[in-house]
């Protein structure tokens, strides 16, 4: 990382700022990376939540056993991220109702500048199931998708 801040940061930095074409990539943690999350119920109950909570629209997503990595951008409601974020994991913590199953408070996520970095970091993290040896293949991995496409105008 080239910002030496980062080093010495205990918590991520947050907050989506400028009026141009927005996408944020977000990761997020189980509590204490107890691994739930690659899950078929888990999957469909997350894709539920993120298709209703139109604040910010969840484009290509992964789900890891322990994290999960998605790319949104603005949609109908004039909502922060974080609020949204917030908002999600709540929605989905309600109807999945399992002891145990609960997110890390925090997240990580950072704006994504241009087309040629979210095709970056989206290569990126949809090789994750491979690198961690649970498929030979990223198209094998069923935990993944997209719920919107995102566009850059």
Known sequence: MSNPDHQKRKHPAHGVLGAETVI?????????????????????TLRDVWAESRGWLVGRYILMPDHLHLF????????????????WKSQFTKRHRIDGHA????????????????????????????RKGLVS????????GTV????WD
Request: aromatic content about 16%.
């Open 103 to 130: 997110w890390q408070t925090d997240h990580w996520d950072r704006r994504v500048r241009r087309e040629e970095g979210y095709e970056a970091a989206w290569d990126y993290v949809v090789n994750n199931p491979v």
């Open 24 to 44: 944020v990539f977000l990761t997020i943690c189980t509590r204490d990376r107890a691994a739930w999350l690659a899950d078929p119920l888990v999957h469909s």
């Open 137 to 144: 293949r990223s198209e094998d991995w069923q935990y993944q």
């Open 72 to 87: 949104a951008a603005p949609g109908e409601l004039d909502i922060p991220f974080d609020n949204w974020v917030r908002y």
């Open 148 to 151: 919107f496409e995102l566009r």
